[in-house]
Every structure is written in structure tokens, then in C-alpha cells.
């Protein structure tokens, strides 16, 4: 484990702390959300949001700047003037980060950075700043005000009943720019989502109970915790009267891991009228008819699966402890009950063959799904990828974070595949899903998006005469949509 003493429980001290006993009361915060590159801004970042929810209930004043969403860093500390600039940073924003973190340094703030990034790399981190935090932050970015921590790496265990920490505070994100995320970046994974519908996240748990070889939980050290159904649906019935936001994608990792909390959300969701269309993510494994069918009644309709590949022994290879018989189950089983099966896909994975990547690739074709990521295996540190990297000798000399993107990765984890050929399988797969995608959305901006990128145009029309089945159903489809549009 990297995380330090991340895996230790803790209940949360708010509200009971509202007593302001220490000389920190009157510091003023600013949480930073670094980062200029627009395709990063899907959803709101939440976070920041509870480490200021957070902060607000123990009296501390804080203000969030998000460089992601178009704010000014330099403009806006300058008129808040914070003592402590808090900065959080992914891997691929790491640089991001640094920069902003120079800036305050210059400005004359003292600087804590955490994070996904700053929890498994904090040697590197604190060459930039005062303090670094390792893991959850709530708990220690107020010991850090409050005791006036002044440099160093520290780490808090993490809290037992995230029900104590309160919602997020999104009166200082800037939700206004996220409700639109739909309408910025038609083609994220807020599929679900109608065009123009405003969109809002929630994140109702923290953790998940599996440990894949490719993701950040096996480093984390921390059990899954629950918000209680009653917090979830009293936050959601908020951000629909505050934000008018008409759908909702739960954000965390795992939503239908806990299958009876899953199902009394549901029901009162249900009962309670909520009327929101929602999605979130889930294992292959996770679901069953019945849940599926109460979700759909309740507004789901989308569930993002990490389906990762179509072949079993890759399946192995990461770990995952799913099947890819229950991948299609799982695609199935949503296309029944009408709900959009949406999902990721890694090829490049240590040991994995070109055989084992075309495997995936008709796994995408026969399943008939339309939205769809296709990544390459990309190792982020803390992850047992990046420990196979570094035993393998395959780390480059040197290397950039911004380039952990899931296409650009610098570290090659399947040498005996060309990184070229994957790149063309990969454009290729995400050609035939734009087709797919052209029966749902307008047939106009579909044309208009091809005539933009004539290169495709050959693409398509080769994979068109690959898919006779392509070619009907989407004719289909396009007679519809013009009917109806009468
Ligand atoms: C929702 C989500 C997104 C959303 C919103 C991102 C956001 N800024 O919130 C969107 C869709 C935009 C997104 C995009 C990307 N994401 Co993302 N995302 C997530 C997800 C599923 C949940 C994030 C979350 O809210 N977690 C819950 C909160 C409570 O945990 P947390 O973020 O770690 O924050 C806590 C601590 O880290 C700490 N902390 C965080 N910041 C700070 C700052 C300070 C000052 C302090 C003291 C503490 C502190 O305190 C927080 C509260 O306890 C995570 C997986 C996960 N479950 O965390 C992946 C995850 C963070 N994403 C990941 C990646 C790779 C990406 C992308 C690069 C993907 C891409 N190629 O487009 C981009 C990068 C975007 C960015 N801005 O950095 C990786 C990061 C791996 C890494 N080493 O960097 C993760 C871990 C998933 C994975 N693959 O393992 N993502
Ligand atoms: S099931 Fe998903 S969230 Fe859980 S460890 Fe595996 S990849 Fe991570």
C-alpha cells in the first residue's frame, strides 16, 4: 500500500466541532480545481466540494476556484485573498497543479496539495508545496489549519459514517457551467442524458470491495461506505429544486454493489416522486433482473459497466472476477428492461495478444451497444499495473503525467503489440460506434460532425460495407427519426 495510514477508521467530528476551539477559525481557504483542457470539465468536482462542506461546518470561511470550469486562478485568489490554497490533482493534471501550486507559492500562500495523484506520488508533491495529504482530506485539512501544521506529508484515517460529512457545498462550485456539461461535451458518457437537459453528479459511497490490478481502490486501503438512502435522496430532491437539473449521474464507482440499499433508494425514489432520469456505474456481476427493472422504474437509464474485455483471459489477467458471459448478461439484461448499457473497455494489458484485442473488438460489434471507451491499459502509480511496469523494466526514461490519459500512455504494457496497431483498432471500433450513435442523435449534426472530419468519411463507409446489419438498422432508424420529426 502507498496511502500510508489511509486504511484506518475514523467518525467524523462534524457537526460536533462547530465549537470553534482552535485560532483557525478565521482562516480563509481557497480549494483549486486546476486544469485548462475543457475535456476534462465532465462533471463538477465534488471533492472540493466536501472538503468545503466540510470546512464550512467547522467554521473555516472557503471559497473553490476552478480553473477547469474557466475561472481565473491568479484574478480570483487575488480577490479572496486566502491564507491556506488547498489544490487537488488526478495524475494527468499533476502539472496543472504544480503550476497553480507556484503560483500561490509566489503570491505568498501556504500551499497543501491532495489528491488522487499527490496520495501515491507525496514525495514528488511536496517539492511543490507546504503539506502534502494523503488520502481522504476532510479530516486532515482541518487538523492542518487547526494545529498549524507547516510542512510535511500527513495522513487522517478515513471517516466511518460519511454521513456526517454534509453534501457537498455546490453553492461555490460553478454549477451553472456543469448543468450544461451535456451540451459542451456531446460525446462524454453522459449518454443518457437528453440534449440540452441540465445534468448534476452526486456521490452516495465511497470505496469498492474489489481490487482489479488497474485501479486506484487497491491503494486506497479504505472499506466501502454508504451514505444512507434517506442522505441520498434528500441531496438529489435539493439539487433538483436548487439547479433544475433533470438527470443525474452517480458518480461513484460501484453504485449497485449494495444491493438492498440500492433498492430502498429506489423504492423512495419511487414513492417519493423524484422524477429524475439517472445512470451510474456498476460491475457486470452486480446485477439481476429484478434490481435492473425497480432501477429503470425509478429513472435509471443508463448504467456504465467497466466491461474491460472480451477476452476471459485478459478478465483474469486484471483481475476483474467477472466473466464475459456476464458482460453480455449484463448488456442484455439493461437492453430488456430499457435501460442504455453503456461501458469501458482496456486492451493493452500485460500478456494480453493482438488475438485477445480483436476478441474485444467483436466483442463491442456483436453486442451492439453504441457508446462505448475503449483505453489503453494505462498504469497510474499506486496501481499494481505500475508496480508491474516498474518490475518488468518497462518505465520510460522519462515521461509526462499529462500523458496518462488512457490513449497516450508512455509505458507500453504489452510490448508485442505495435502501440500504432492498437491506436488504428481502436479508431476503428470508435468509428463503428459513431454510426451506432448516428440513428439517436440529430441526422443533421450527425452529417455536419462527418462533413467536419472528411478524413473519417472513407473509414465509414469501409465499415458500413463491413456491417451489412449497420446499414439496416441504422437506415431504420433515420426513417424513423424523420418521421417523427414531422
Ligand atoms: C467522478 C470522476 C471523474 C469526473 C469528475 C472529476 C473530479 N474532478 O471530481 C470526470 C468525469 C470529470 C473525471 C475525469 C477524469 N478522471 Co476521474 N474519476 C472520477 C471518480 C469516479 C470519482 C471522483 C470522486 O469524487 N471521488 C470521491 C472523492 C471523495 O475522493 P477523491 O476525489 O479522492 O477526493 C478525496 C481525497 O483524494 C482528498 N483530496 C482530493 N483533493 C484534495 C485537495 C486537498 C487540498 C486535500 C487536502 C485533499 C484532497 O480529499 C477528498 C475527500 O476525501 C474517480 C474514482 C474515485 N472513486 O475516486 C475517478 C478518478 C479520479 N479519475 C481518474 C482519471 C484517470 C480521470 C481522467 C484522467 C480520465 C480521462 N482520461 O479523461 C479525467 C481527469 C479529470 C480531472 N479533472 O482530473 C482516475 C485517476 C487516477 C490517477 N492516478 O490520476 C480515478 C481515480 C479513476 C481510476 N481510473 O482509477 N473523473
Ligand atoms: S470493480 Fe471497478 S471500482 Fe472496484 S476495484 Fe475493480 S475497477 Fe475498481
Redesign the pocket.
Known sequence: MVGGRTGEEVDSIWPVAVLYPYSGRHMKVA?I?P?TDE??????????G??ASHLLANGIGVTIIDE?AGQDVARELGLYKPDIA????????AADAYRVAAMCKEMGIFT??????A??MPDEALKHVDVV?K????T??LDIIRDGIGNGIISRPYIKNIDTIPPPARHLLQMDFYVRSKSRIPHSYLYFVPEGAKTA?V?TS?GCPYSCIY??NTWRGMPTRYNSPERVISEIAGIKKEYGVETIFF???NLFVNKKRLRTICELMIEGNVDVLWGGNSRVDNLDRESIALAQRAGCRQITFGFESGSQRVLDLLKKKTTVAQNKLAIELCNEAGIIPQGTFIVGSPGETLEDVRLTMKFIEDSGIESAGVCIATP???TQLWDYAIEHNLMPETYTWSD???LNTPINLSPEIPKQELLKLIENVNILLAIRQMGRVNVLSAIRGIIKEPSKIFAILQSLVKNPSLVKNLAKRVIKQIFSSR
Open positions: 480549494l480545481n486544469g475535456k476534462y470539465a465532465v462533471q463538477e468536482p465534488l471533492n472540493l466536501f472538503l477547469l488547498g489544490i487537488t490533482a488526478t495524475t494527468p493534471m497543501v496539495m491532495g489528491g488522487v495523484h496520495s501515491v495529504v488520502g481522504e482530506g476532510e486532515a485539512l453528479s456521490l465511497r485501479c486506484h458518480i461513484e464507482d497510474y502509480p499506486g496518462f490519459d488512457y
